[in-house]
């Protein structure tokens, strides 16, 4: 009876051992460094249509939404964090909007087209 008890003492200290669960594992944790910029067409001129955004001068196109979908279906474009010079264009180059803003980290700015 002894033998049995020693031999299942042994197997389950070479089953815990085995499980590494001792062991110290790298987590990652805090937030990516990146806001988020999301286009809303108060009026709906813009839903759905390219708009030219530059964000201390680098250019990209983005696409507008309505109110309702701002929520749920607005696609978010990334941006770097900190205070930058915001423009956004129409196609024919009428400058929609202009404003120095600060973006924080994880943050989704909801800028506001006509």
Known sequence: MKKITVLFTC??????????????VAQQ???????YLLFVSQSGAYHKKAVTV????????AEGVRP???QRRG?????PTGTHQLTVKS???????????FLSAQEVKN???P
């Open 11 to 24: 197997l389950v200290a070479v089953l815990l051992m085995g499980c590494r669960a001792h062991m110290p």
């Open 29 to 35: 944790s805090g937030k990516e460094d990146v806001a």
């Open 54 to 61: 530059d964000v201390d001068g680098q250019q990209y196109q």
């Open 68 to 70: 309702k979908d701002a």
């Open 75 to 79: 696609t978010q474009y990334s941006a």
């Open 91 to 101: 196609a024919d180059g009428q400058v929609l909007y202009s404003k120095k803003v």
């Open 111 to 113: 800028i506001t087209l």
